[in-house]
T-cell receptor
Framework: GAGVSQSPSNKVTEKGKDVELRCDPI?????LYWYRQRLGQGLEFLIY????????KSGLPSDRFSAERTGESVSTLTIQRTQQEDSAVYLC???????????FGPGTRLTVL | KQEVTQIPAALSVPEGENLVLNCSFT??????LQWFRQDPGKGLTSLLL?????REQTSGRLNASLDKSSGRSTLYIAASQPGDSATYLC???????????FGAGTRLFVKA
């Protein structure tokens, strides 16, 4: 079946603009994660969704970052008033349940000019 | 606060060599530990997942061990091949929530 998909694959924006990144998890996967990977660095956890439970937002770096997910479907990560330090690859992963193997999408490369 | 460290940061070996990648974590209260590989321009591929109650997992030429008490995991790659060239990431999920903490990775280059 299809894996995790993310769109767009690349996004270039100007400082101060809002951006929206999309993640389509594997069908049937109840858990969904967002991560950020800055150039040459490891992955930083941003947010976690599990079914209809309250999300774990403990990794969001500021109130400019927000994410939504309706049920077990698509998730969107929104970054408001983008800054140059937001430039990174944003990765999404899903899993069958919170303890299971995470399957990653190809990521969205965000460049803030 | 959980911290995950991977040593070495980079490694270059000739084809056919057996090698060990190391991962250490500061908080032994973990739920599971996962090893991934990351190829340039691509997403991550899960290699092995070790639950906190397990000591090791094996898949083909890969073997991962977990020692919670010492806060260490190793990934053993047997008979390395040029196709193994990638960045290998270790990730730890703690027991107190759903956050997964990643190490910075080990960049492996296997020379033909």
């Amino acid at each position: 079946g299809a894996g995790v998909s993310q769109s767009p694959s690349n996004k270039v924006t100007e400082k101060g603009k809002d951006v929206e990144l999309r993640c389509d998890p594997i069908s049937g996967h109840t858990a969904l994660y967002w991560y950020r990977q800055r150039l040459g660095q490891g992955l930083e956890f941003l947010i976690y969704f599990q079914g209809n439970s309250a999300p774990d937002k403990s990794g969001l770096p500021s109130d400019r970052f927000s994410a939504e997910r309706t049920g077990e479907s698509v998730s969107t990560l929104t970054i408001q008033r983008t800054q140059q330090e937001d430039s990174a690859v944003y990765l999404c992963a899903s899993s069958l349940e919170n303890a299971d193997t995470q399957y990653f999408g190809p990521g969205t490369r965000l460049t803030v000019l | 606060k959980q911290e995950v460290t991977q040593i070495p940061a980079a490694l270059s070996v000739p084809e056919g060599e057996n090698l060990v990648l190391n991962c250490s974590f500061t908080d032994s209260a973990i739920y599971n530990l996962q090893w991934f590989r990351q190829d340039p321009g691509k997403g991550l591929t899960s290699l092995l997942l070790i639950q906190s109650s397990q000591r090791e997992q094996t898949s083909g030429r890969l073997n991962a061990s977990l020692d919670k008490s010492s806060g260490r995991s190793t990934l053993y790659i047997a008979a390395s091949q040029p196709g193994d060239s990638a960045t290998y990431l270790c990730a730890v999920r703690g027991t107190g929530g759903f956050k997964t903490i990643f190490g910075a990775g080990t960049r492996l280059f296997v020379k033909a």
